[in-house]
């Protein structure tokens, strides 16, 4: 019982994605979860509950929304065409976009709620003896929170590797491009080839048990707050 | 240009407003002294520029704030002691110390971190997580922190209010160290009157935001009116130094401006070292004739400067100069009657007690 060479492709390409995804998230996230864990702004709430939309939407609103926006008509789209990279839509950077977003919250939340507890007072010391911001944030910050920032992308590649919903929607089903593990599944279900979908299926079963394992053991070990 | 510091703060932050217009001197502790909620910390904080106030602030000629500049924190020249611990957690104490000495205002030589290692007798706790460390440790560890990131301007705030009392008594002699070691002007804040008598060179009272007597510790304290309730704490401190060591009855006799000198229980100092001698109103009393049949041992010729009430209104408080160190005398308003005191009159004073801080 080996997997196919199809199946070995989409889970290649799954792990791509969310590799991709999750280096992607961290680089936005931060920035957004350090402006969220500090403003006073009347945007805060706004803001805040845009980044969660994806928490609670269908992942088919999601992810028929990006169609529009991302296709031949949709403002994204008539951008990425104008910049002569063509429409995202059913391409592997369509699924990037796509992702990025819908594992949104599961990024900014750990990294905001860590920057929460730290409160200010680590970011004054640091400055009272003379560290600039970034200094500040690469060698105070950033150490002092890792844990969050650890759980972050923990559940960023793990979110991103289970998404189904809008992948279907904006990446279709396109061998090497964008049919990942979970889409893969489906086709095996839908074909009645059992034994393929559940290789694959425990697979992600077992996949996610050892990232959730690993994360709550983390967790104890720094003794940390909860994050999740 | 002055070397002082020159502070010019408004701020208003709804129910508590922030008024200031002061300058401090550029040597010695300065103390900012008030109650809690008297903008004391806030105003450090401006000072920091971890607060942003409109107004102006100089420093030793520096702009560090006016109309349009703001100079961020970590562009001034000062280092800050919190009032609880700020060591970083993810770093063992020598990493915190490493931490300000990489990004110092000056070169750190090895001889003087290890001084100011020794200094605050903390050589043991250097391996060890900011966890692993007694209250008392970690601020030990602080200070040095600050004072090796090399400031112009040292600010405190409160560095004692976390701890019990003796904790406070381990590291209260380390700041005494600190103030002959370093030629560092200090800024400190506290609500403590025995660390204002122990450490201020110069005082700030604070009240409401205000800044509401501000001068030398002697001038400010022995102010008749001096604007916040001190009740038995109200008195003055002087300073001076060590004469001679009565062995036989374990006495002291501390000589002070002006040629006059009191005995004291012995302290353990050896003769000629300078010494602060608290002087607490009510251990103050005064009598028109040397009393030779009198328990107390001090008598002083005095001269009567002012007459005023206390707080309590069957209370009066007497401000005499002996020489010219002015000293309080709390009595009750119907002695004060009875003794007729008049300013300019002269007399005598007697201490029953004093305390070396």
């Known amino acids: 019982m080996a997997l196919s060479a199809a199946d070995l492709t989409a889970v290649w390409l799954t792990l791509k994605l969310a590799t991709i995804v999750t280096l992607l998230l961290l680089l936005i996230a931060t920035p957004i979860a350090w402006w969220l864990a500090n403003t006073h702004s009347r945007a805060k709430g706004p803001v805040s509950a845009v980044v969660a939309l994806p928490l609670v939407l269908p992942p088919s609103v999601l992810g028929f929304y990006l169609l529009l926006a991302l296709g031949p008509n949709g403002p994204v789209g008539q951008l990425t065409t104008a910049l002569g990279i063509g429409t995202l839509p059913f391409t592997f950077a369509g699924l990037v976009v796509a992702s990025v977003i819908y594992s949104l919250p599961f990024v900014v939340q750990p990294i905001q709620n860590a920057l929460e507890a730290l409160g200010k007072r680590p970011r004054e010391v640091a400055a009272t003896l003379g560290a600039g911001p970034w200094d500040t944030f690469f060698n105070v910050i950033l150490p002092l929170a890792r844990p969050g920032f650890y759980t972050a992308a923990v559940l960023g590649f793990a979110h991103t590797v289970g998404e189904f919903g809008v992948v279907l929607m904006i990446g279709g089903n396109i061998p090497g491009a964008t049919r990942v593990i979970s889409v893969q599944i489906y086709d095996h279900v839908e074909a009645l080839e059992y034994t393929e979908a559940h290789i694959l299926s425990i697979g992600m079963v077992v996949f996610s048990f050892i990232v959730l394992m690993l994360l709550y053991g983390f967790r104890r070990q720094q003794g940390g707050r909860k994050l999740l | 240009m002055t070397q002082d510091l020159h502070a010019r703060f408004a701020l208003d932050h709804g129910s508590f407003r922030l008024q200031v217009d002061l300058t401090l001197p550029a040597r010695g502790v300065s103390v900012l002294f008030g109650h809690s909620g008297s903008g004391k910390t806030t105003l450090l904080r401006c000072i920091a520029g971890l607060e942003k106030a409109h107004g102006e602030l100089t420093f030793a000629g520096d702009v560090w704030q006016d109309s349009r500049h703001f100079v961020p924190t970590w562009r001034r020249s000062l280092s800050y002691v919190f009032q609880e611990s700020s060591l970083f957690d993810h770093l063992t104490a020598a990493g915190n110390l490493q931490f300000a000495i990489r990004r110092s205002r000056a070169r750190v030589e090895k001889k003087e971190s290890d001084d100011i290692i020794g200094l605050l007798g903390i050589g043991h706790t250097l391996h060890k997580l900011p966890h692993q460390l007694s209250g008392g440790e970690r601020q030990r560890v602080a200070i040095a922190r600050a004072l090796l990131s090399k400031p112009r301007l040292l600010l405190m705030d409160e560095p004692l209010a976390s701890l019990d009392e003796q904790r406070k008594q381990e590291i209260l002699p380390y700041l005494e160290e600190l103030k002959s070691h370093f030629d560092l002007p200090i800024i400190y804040v506290t609500h403590s009157p025995a660390e204002v008598a122990r450490l201020a060179d110069y005082l700030v009272a604070m009240k409401d935001g205000q800044a509401v007597a501000s001068g030398t510790l002697n001038d400010t304290l022995s102010r008749m009116d001096f604007p916040l309730r001190l009740g038995e704490d109200a008195g003055v401190v002087i300073e001076g130094t060590v004469m ?71 209370l009066a408080l007497v401000k005499v100069m002996v020489g010219d160190t002015p000293l309080l005398a709390r009595m009750t308003q119907r002695s004060a009657e009875r003794l007729q005191l008049t300013p300019g009159q002269t007399l005598w004073v007697q201490v029953k007690s004093a305390a070396l801080v």
């Open chain 2, 244 to 314: 001679e060591k009565d062995s036989r009855w374990h006495l002291d006799r501390i000589g002070f401006n002006g040629g006059q000198s009191i005995w004291l229980r012995d302290s353990g100092h050896a003769c000629g070292t300078a010494v602060r001698v608290r002087i607490l109103a009510r251990d103050v009393s005064l009598a028109l004739n040397p009393a030779e049949d009198s328990s107390i041992q001090n008598h002083l010729p005095a001269r009567v400067s002012a007459v005023g009430s206390d707080e309590h209104p069957g």
